[in-house]
């Protein structure tokens, strides 16, 4: 199973319209998880274009800084719980870092979040790309496509998530959507 990811999107605010070269990334996955800030539909329908969709709300979805509030969708909730290939994968926008908040381990941010334990989570939030273990949990922040780091708006990241059938194995790789390349230091098999 090939999953694209994606996070922080912030359209219209950083750009008009995603990067065309998300497509590209995402040519034949079968699923596309958005970790949230995505500040309107539109980009939900455009991903939808590649594969199915499902998203989390991220503070910006829900109103902050003035924005307006993203509506109700079906493809859109607070929080998701997917499974794919034997894998859990949890969706939301914030992860605490468990290094810099011993208060709030990765197992609590999996039962207030999720309810249950899961294998990866899938957040956003920081515009930083990382990828992370926490005791046993892979946590993957793809970045964002069009606001990396903060910066300024221009293209930045995605990441590319494979599982293979029956938890035998799997592999990220975070894409930098200037050069399509990945980008060295983020790809980890597992």
Same mark, same amino acid.
């Given at each position: ?20 070269? &998300? +497509? ?6 079968? %699923?596309?998880?958005?970790?949230? /800030?995505? !500040? ?8 939808e ?13 829900d ?17 998701v719980? &997917? +499974?794919?290939?034997?894998f859990?994968?949890? %969706?939301?926008?914030?992860?605490? /870092?468990? !290094?810099e908040?011993?208060?709030?381990p990765?197992?609590r ?5 999720f ?22 949990v892979?946590v ?7 606001f ?20 035998r194995?799997?592999?990220v790789t ?5 050069t ?7 790809s980890?098999?597992?």
């Amino acid at each position: 199973m090939k999953i694209g990811l994606i996070s922080d999107t912030h359209i219209p605010e950083a750009m008009q319209q995603l990067p065309s070269q &998300v +497509r590209t990334v995402f040519t034949g996955v079968d %699923l596309i998880l958005h970790a949230g /800030d995505l !500040h309107c539909l539109d980009v939900l329908n455009w991903l939808e274009e590649i594969a199915p969709v499902l998203a989390c709300r991220g503070n910006g979805d829900d109103g902050s800084g003035g924005r307006p509030v993203v509506p109700e969708d079906p493809r859109l909730r607070d929080t998701v719980v &997917v +499974r794919g290939a034997g894998f859990t994968i949890g %969706l939301v926008h914030d992860v605490l /870092d468990p !290094h810099e908040f011993p208060h709030w381990p990765i197992e609590r941010t999996m039962e207030v979040y999720f309810g249950r334990h899961t294998d990866l989570i899938v957040c956003g939030h920081t515009h930083v790309e990382c990828i992370n273990h926490y005791n046993g949990v892979l946590v993957i922040n793809p970045g964002s496509p069009t606001f990396p780091h903060n910066y300024s708006a221009q293209p930045g990241t995605v990441a590319l998530l494979t599982l293979t059938a029956h938890r035998r194995g799997g592999a990220v790789t975070v894409y930098d959507l200037k050069t399509l390349a990945a980008l060295p230091g983020l790809s980890l098999r597992f």
